[in-house]
């Protein structure tokens, strides 16, 4: 397969992620370029010296895209087009295409596209801007023409595509009410990505959906009653969380969070073989993205994932106490622990167990 090389910048505590993103999209990432907070440039982003550094990879390595992990203003990505003549994409750039990659039905695809226009419009509006003053070419993308028309044709599509969201969302939210006077506890399974979460949807509903060694393979909200100890619950599968998320994929993904946010209670997964610092930031980072949905005040089952794959008996039992701990400062409402086993199927009975009680309290 005719894999493309791409040039990452980013902050050094970013890196691994966007490369881990970067690898979703089956890209190779050639050069990394490593930037500093304090020296953000108000028209390139970048400092000369960095986009110099830039050109030498891109020159070097036949680089067609630039991958920047930040939000940039629309001013700075077509400065930094010109400049290096490579596209670039900056972090809601990069979300985008993985979500393109993995969205499957119809609502996902109009989020997507949303998404994709809120991004895209200011670019455009800048790129005719300058095309009228004649510093740039009025041409944008392969054969098409950035000109007021293709601006307002934008904007119409956009309005578009928000009143059929906003139909798709009440329909769900009509299938939430249907669910719930049926007095079903709905429970979701939330977390950062690639932590597990349809792993143990499809463990705890006996479903078949598709797990993947990538990032945001889940897009769209999978929804499935089943019996748990006698009792009927619904779970609920999401797409994942990340650090530093912008809110317009938040805004963008709403009606698919709602059912987060909507839930009775929630299991938080993690990933136990990564290292305790990351895992606390990915607590902390999802613990957030709650209380941004507006899950507020409901109890949450933290879950630590893939214990199978963490040998360090002594390991595990650090890791477990350390998120205790933190739970304990960070979490206001009711919360509890435990390790557990997606893949391999251990403490599947105990996370049950654990269900059986908040629900029966709440
Ligand atoms: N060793 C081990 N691997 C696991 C376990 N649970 C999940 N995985 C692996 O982790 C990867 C991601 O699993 P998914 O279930 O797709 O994760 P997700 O949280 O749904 O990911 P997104 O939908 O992309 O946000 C897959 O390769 C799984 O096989 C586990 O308990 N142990
Ligand atoms: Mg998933």
New binding site residues.
């Given amino acids: 397969m005719n894999v493309d090389n791409v040039v990452i910048a980013a902050l050094s505590e970013d890196l691994d992620e966007v490369k881990a993103l970067v690898e979703t999209l089956n890209l190779k990432v050639v050069g990394e370029v490593l930037i500093k907070s304090k020296k953000i440039d108000s028209s390139f982003y970048l400092s000369k010296s960095k986009i110099a550094l830039l050109k030498k990879l891109i020159e070097e390595n036949k680089v067609s895209k630039v991958y920047i992990y930040d939000e940039l203003k629309p001013r700075q990505i077509i400065n930094l087009m010109k400049e290096l003549k490579a596209n670039v994409y900056d972090r809601v750039g990069l979300i985008l295409e993985i979500f393109a990659l993995h969205a499957g039905s119809r609502e996902a695809k109009l989020q997507i596209e949303m998404l994709r226009l809120k991004h895209e419009l200011p670019l455009v509006k800048e790129w005719v801007r300058r095309a009228k003053m004649g510093e740039l070419p009025g041409f944008l993308g392969p054969g098409g023409y950035a000109t007021d028309a293709y601006y307002y044709s934008m904007r119409r599509r956009y309005a578009k595509i928000k009143g059929e969201l906003l139909s798709l969302r009440e329909r769900r939210s009509l299938e939430r009410v249907k669910r719930s006077s049926h007095g079903f506890p709905q429970i979701a399974i939330s977390?950062?990505?690639?932590?597990?979460?349809?792993?143990?949807f499809n463990a705890l509903t006996s479903e078949n959906k598709?797990?993947?060694?990538?990032?945001?393979?889940?897009i769209s909200p999978k929804v499935k009653g089943t019996f748990i100890n006698g009792r009927k619950v619904i779970f609920v599968?999401t797409?994942?969380f990340i650090r530093k998320v912008p809110t317009e994929v938040i805004e963008a993904f709403y009606a698919t969070l709602e059912e987060i946010a909507e839930s009775n209670l929630t299991v938080v997964?993690l990933d136990s073989?990564e290292n305790l610092d990351i895992i606390i930031d990915k607590l902390k980072t999802s613990l957030e993205v709650l209380s941004k949905i507006g899950y507020l005040g409901k109890p949450i089952i933290v879950a630590l994932?893939?214990?199978?794959?963490v040998e360090d008996v002594g390991e595990a039992e650090e890791k477990l106490n350390a998120v205790k701990k933190f739970l304990d400062v960070n979490y206001r409402w009711r919360w509890d622990v435990i390790t557990?086993?997606?893949?391999?199927q251990v403490n599947i009975d105990l996370l049950k167990e654990r269900i059986v009680d908040f629900i029966s309290v709440s």
Avoid: E
């Fill in positions: 977390g950062y990505t690639n932590a597990g979460k349809t792993t143990l598709p797990v993947g060694m990538g990032m945001f393979t889940t599968d797409v994942g997964l073989t994932n893939k214990i199978d794959a557990l086993s997606a893949l391999k």
